[in-house]
């Protein structure tokens, strides 16, 4: 059963990372969409879009922790004990990152406007590279260790392949999104964007290659032995994106986004299986007694049966434009 | 090398513990109860055609928003907190603990979707659907509540594990999540958050009245809200006081540090403020025989003192000054907002409308404030008068904290962050005040325009 509240649990870090990984990736171009006047639109879409789903999305990450501290307790310890730093600077970026852009929804003028979409928008860069460079350091087994286990060249990958990817996600969504809203410039606009993220993302997973090999030798081994479909689907969605993504409808667009990224976690956790941590710290020997993950299998079933249609519900409503994001 | 670790970091770690949770604890009314305010306008606006109540509940609704936005992200800190600040109880117990946390993961992701598509559902759904769709919300708050206060009273009467070598070993998770202390516990914050909810609502509108804005928006707003925190403030009052018996009977120590009795007794006096010094609660007000009458009905009610609590496992006399000073504020508060409920109520008895006298709006427009002090002061009661343990008879608070880094430097950039946020949700809020204030439009513009920009990209007009 430990292995089934794995599983959960990963599953929870990929929609994470897929659903709350394309509204940080919104913040990227929302940083970069140019000035007051330049930037107006791409914004304003950013916002309509987004508006609705974050709060829903991000309590994936709420999922995360309390399914790892409730089912695996010393991981999460010394997780926590261990990547402190980065942990507590994510955790401090995604309070200033929302509450940016909470309050730039009712802010007016220009000047108010912009110092908190500033703070949304940075910390939506920032804290992305804190949880690759978290993932780099679980992916290389440096946890448990000292405070710098996550100050290497695989951490440092992972959250600049974090940062990249979450762009990526979020430009394929807002290509989809410009394209019901019946906007062509905005969709353009979008898919540039898409394209050039997985080009970059691309040249990254490129030079993970090396870093992996060297950092990770277990890891690549893995990646390239039985995560290598996931692997090989993710490379085939993403260069899909870049030859065809103008051509292609923005829905399916947006498959092969959620895809390229999802298949990559996936990837990563079918690699690190049957491990939690490293290569030293298995999901059975960090498990909960039984009756804990019990628990947590029977919750997560209710969650399927009230949380999923209710989500459904939320994205149909949203993609249907029942919820004015101007209202 | 580690205790010193420890030592440096317990000051920092509980002081940053307590500021977000007390920040967070402020937030969690609007989450919980002032959604409940939302749909009652809102069901008196389709009910009645009454477009008062429903630019109320439209403007709520906004309001409520961005403070859940403000909450969702606080209480995420938190999250990461059991784990950066708290290592060792999560280790030991996560196995335990969690499982009412996991239970709350639920509510809240019904809670973040059904606020969604209500906030945002205003202009393009049908008015019934639209208000079902916040149903959901409000019992979601009432769900979660009843979840995560399991973990804390969990905390203060631990139960439903087996420990092994210091291993929790086996886990009944149904007793873990209904312990001893839930059923009280859970009640009277729920209640709580309505009363806040219900009194700082009404003290906004208060306010407006008094600086001459007496139209039906603001009677309206400030009688919902006064109405609903009217109404729970006297059952707080009953739960509180049946509470206070269930804590004297099953945590002897935090009794006896609320009512700062040193040794065992009969006969105990009540008193009201004073301070802990050599042993001895001084410069108090003595009600003769009052505690062992409140605990027990007859002044024969033998009350266990501090003496009768462990040595390595009692509460510093320092922090005896601070919860008993924290029930006194928290009771006096709550029998002042009693009273001005006392007050609304037989004028409205009798008379059908508003106490005429500006004094009622007066207090009323600081009645939040006093249940925001009175809900801090009950918290800190639960807190720190379980202290020196974080799992009662279990784990001390000391064993908990993490040996990593140095706290200062975390709760240091917690404070400016927070403090910046804090600010400027109340700056927002200002603003928002403001702009319904000056027009009757309630759109905002497009992030980056001029204040009067038109409306831009297709669709997007209001």
């Known amino acids: 059963v430990s292995s089934v509240v794995g599983v959960i649990l990963f599953a929870g870090v990929v929609l994470y990372g897929v659903f709350g990984g394309a509204d940080f990736g919104a913040g990227f171009w929302d940083l970069t969409a140019g000035g007051a006047g330049a930037g107006r639109r791409p914004r304003a879409l950013i916002q309509s879009a987004i508006g609705p789903v974050w709060e829903a999305n991000h309590v994936w990450l709420i999922f995360c922790l309390v399914v790892l501290w409730t089912g695996f307790p010393s991981a999460f310890s010394a997780l926590m004990t261990t990547l402190y730093i980065p942990l507590g600077l994510a955790a401090l970026g995604i309070v200033l990152r929302s509450s940016g852009f909470a309050f730039r929804k009712e802010l007016a003028g220009t000047e108010e406007q912009r110092v908190a979409g500033a703070a949304f928008a940075s910390s939506s860069v920032v804290t992305p590279f804190f949880f690759g460079t978290i993932a780099g350091a679980i992916a290389t087994g440096r946890v448990p260790g000292d405070a710098a286990a996550w100050v290497n060249p695989t951490s440092l990958l992972g959250g600049v392949l974090a940062v990249a990817a979450r762009a990526y996600l979020a430009a394929v969504f807002l290509t989809a999104e410009a394209r019901a809203r019946r906007d062509p410039d905005l969709e353009r606009w979008f898919v540039t964007r898409a394209r050039a993220a997985a080009v970059v993302c691309g040249g990254l997973a490129v030079a993970g290659i090396f870093v992996l090999n060297s950092d990770a030798p277990r890891l690549f081994s893995h990646l390239t032995g039985r995560g290598a479909p996931f692997v090989a689907l993710s490379a085939v969605a993403g260069v899909a994106t870049v030859v065809a993504g103008d051509r292609l409808d923005p829905r399916t667009l947006r498959v092969l986004g959620v895809v390229a990224v999802g298949a990559v976690l996936i990837g990563w956790g079918v690699a690190q299986y049957p491990f939690l941590l490293g290569t030293h710290l298995s999901l059975s020997a960090a498990a909960a007694p039984s009756a804990t993950l019990w628990s947590i299998v029977i919750v997560f079933a209710g969650a399927a049966v009230l949380c999923v249609p209710s989500l459904v519900a939320l994205y149909v409503l949203q993609q249907r434009e029942q919820l004015d994001a101007h209202a | ?451 009067d920009a038109r409306p831009a990209l297709d669709g997007a007009a209001p």
């Open chain 2, 1 to 451: 090398m580690s205790y010193m670790a420890n030592a440096s970091n317990l000051l920092p770690a509980r002081e940053q513990m307590a500021f977000t949770l007390g920040f967070h604890i402020i937030l969690v009314p609007f989450g919980v109860a002032f959604t409940f305010l939302m749909l009652v306008a809102n069901y008196r606006a389709i009910r009645r055609g009454d477009e008062d109540a429903r630019r109320l509940a439209e403007r709520w609704s906004k309001v409520a928003a961005v403070l859940f936005a403000v909450g969702a992200v606080s209480g995420t800190v938190l999250s990461f907190e059991m784990g950066l600040l708290w290592p060792r109880l999560m280790d030991r117990y996560g196995a335990a603990s969690g499982i009412p946390f996991v239970v709350e993961g639920i509510f809240f992701f019904l809670e973040a979707i059904f606020i969604a598509i209500y906030i945002y559902g205003w202009k393009r759904m049908a008015p019934w659907p639209h208000f079902w769709s916040g149903v959901p919300v409000v019992l979601a708050g009432i769900g979660g509540t009843l979840s995560v206060v399991a973990a804390n009273s969990w905390m203060n009467q631990p139960g439903g594990f087996t420990e092994r070598n210091g291993k929790v070993v086996a886990v009944r998770p149904l007793r873990v999540f209904f312990n001893g202390a839930w059923g009280y516990e859970s009640v009277h914050m729920l209640l709580a958050a309505y009363i806040v909810a219900g009194f700082l609502v009404a003290g906004v509108y208060a306010t407006g009245m008094l600086r001459g804005r007496a139209d039906r928006h603001h009677r309206l707003g400030f009688l919902i809200a006064f109405t609903v925190a009217a109404v729970v403030t006297p059952l707080q009052i009953v739960v509180g006081d049946a509470m206070a018996r269930y804590v004297f009977h099953d945590e002897p120590a935090k009794f006896a540090a609320i009512e700062g009795v040193p040794e065992t007794a009969t006969h105990v006096p009540e008193t009201v403020g004073g301070v802990f010094v050599d042993g001895r609660l001084r410069y108090g007000l003595r009600l003769p025989n009052g505690a062992s009458l409140l605990a027990g009905f007859s002044p024969g009610t033998r009350i266990r003192g501090l003496d009768a609590v462990p040595a390595d496992g009692c509460i510093p006399p320092n922090l005896v000054t601070v919860v008993h000073l924290s029930f006194d504020v928290m009771v006096l508060t709550a029998f002042a907002l009693l009273a001005l409920a006392a007050w609304f109520a037989f004028v409205w008895w009798r008379r059908r409308a508003l106490p005429a006298s500006r004094w009622f709006l007066r207090a009323a427009a600081v009645a939040g404030v006093v249940s925001v002090v009175s809900l801090e002061a009950g918290w800190v009661v639960t807190e720190v008068g379980r202290q020196p343990w974080i799992v009662v008879g279990h784990l001390l608070t000391r064993d908990a904290v993490t040996t990593s880094g140095t706290v200062w430097w975390f709760f240091a950039a917690t404070l400016v962050i927070y403090t910046a946020v804090g600010g400027a949700t109340f700056y927002v809020l200002r603003r928002m005040r403001g702009r319904w204030a000056a027009t009757s439009d309630d759109t905002v513009t497009v992030p980056y325009g001029p204040a």
